[in-house]
């Protein structure tokens, strides 16, 4: 099945390359302005989608930290380490072990596989985080220009985001997330080079090959 929507995506990719190809080849490589048309909505409509992906990929680190980090965690392995820490704040250590995000010295207590869950979550959030300001920014520039290509290769980074998030934290483990980490990073290529060529013609440069 992974195999097929690989397969399905990249066909996706290349119809959204050869779109950007025909209209700059119409285009004559002559300069070109942004324009906001109707059509930019579609890129809004996918920038927001793409915040609130990375938000919802955040907030699910607190599933496994709130599963393998609660109070019974504490009062067994962190007993002493709450005594002390009563004594400093008066509260002691709460539900979830904060700040330790997995590999502080609350988090030394835990099991392989409880450590591995929340890991994994902490880190398909914080590959997107890592991304995040890059892609929206190529999102809305090549938008500009060519919307309807921009959008389409940002529902592909989507798509791409929530293989790379399940097939993380399936039995495959890290090489679970190859597909969909293949799919993201084409994206992210795709959408910078049509963010530096838009600006490119903006100047005017190309105006001497066409």
């Known amino acids: 099945r992974g195999f097929i929507i690989t397969s399905m995506l990249r066909n996706i990719f290349s119809l959204s390359v050869l779109m950007a190809l025909v209209q700059s080849a119409a285009a004559d490589l002559i300069t070109v302005m942004p324009t906001v048309g109707p059509e930019y909505g579609y890129v809004i409509t996918v920038v927001a989608l793409v915040c609130f992906q990375c ?25 002493a380490e709450d005594d002390e820490l009563k004594k400093a704040n008066g509260t002691g250590i709460g539900r979830g072990c904060h700040p330790d995000n997995g590999l502080g010295r609350f988090s030394d207590k835990l099991s392989l596989e409880a450590w591995m869950e929340i890991n994994i979550a902490q ?20 938008g500009l220009f060519m919307p309807l290509v921009s959008a389409g290769i940002g529902v592909c980074y989507l798509i791409g985001r929530f293989l790379y998030g399940t097939g993380f934290k399936s039995k495959t483990g890290v090489g679970g997330r190859v597909p969909g980490f293949m799919i ?12 530096v060529f838009c600006g490119i013609r903006m100047t005017g440069a190309l105006s001497s090959l066409g």
Not at 184 to 195: A, G, I, R, W
């Open 184 to 195: 993201v990073m084409l994206s992210y290529l795709v959408l910078f080079l049509s963010s």
């Open 123 to 142: 880190r398909v959030a914080g590959n997107y985080m890592e991304h995040l300001t890059q892609i929206v920014v190529y999102l809305l520039l090549t």
């Open 55 to 79: 938000t919802s990929y955040i907030f699910s680190v607190a599933g496994p930290r709130y599963k393998h980090m609660g109070k019974d965690f504490v009062q067994k392995h962190l007993s």
